[in-house]
């Protein structure tokens, strides 16, 4: 069974940058669209990129310019690199996958624990 560990979060000041890094067990990425999500506090949870199994990507408007999604399909690992990071960005980060290999965001499943950022002066 899929299963997903995310890593990487922290505390960072305005302006910097963190790389979240998914890494699955259980079965391969290759099969899958995998998405990153977040959820702030008192929010509900929105996606902010994807990467189909073909390497397409998708990027929420908030995020566009600033956020870099991989796969490394060798390592059965998707790398979310997040830079010019602002207050606004602080939330649980989550992976997730799609079966249908493709970005839309209704379909994703097989949350993993989160990692929480913080961006704070």
């Known amino acids: 069974q899929l299963q997903l560990v995310e890593s990487g979060g922290g505390l960072v000041q305005p302006g910097e940058s963190l790389t979240l890094s998914c890494e699955a067990s259980?079965?391969?990425?290759?099969?899958?669209?995998i998405g990153w999500f977040r959820q702030a506090p008192g929010k509900e949870r929105e996606g902010v990129s994807c990467?189909?199994?073909?390497?397409?990507?998708k990027y929420a408007e908030s995020v566009k310019g600033r956020f870099t999604i991989s796969r490394d399909n060798s390592k059965n690992t998707v790398h979310l690199q997040m830079s010019s990071l602002k207050p606004e960005d602080t939330a649980v980060y989550y992976c997730?996958?799609?079966?249908?290999?493709?970005?839309?965001?209704?379909?994703?499943?097989?949350w993993g624990q989160g990692t929480q950022v913080t961006v704070s002066s």
């Open positions: 990467i189909s199994n073909s390497g397409r990507t």
């Open positions: 259980g079965s391969t990425l290759d099969y899958y669209a």
């Open positions: 997730a996958v799609s079966p249908i290999r493709l970005c839309v965001w209704g379909t994703f499943g097989s």
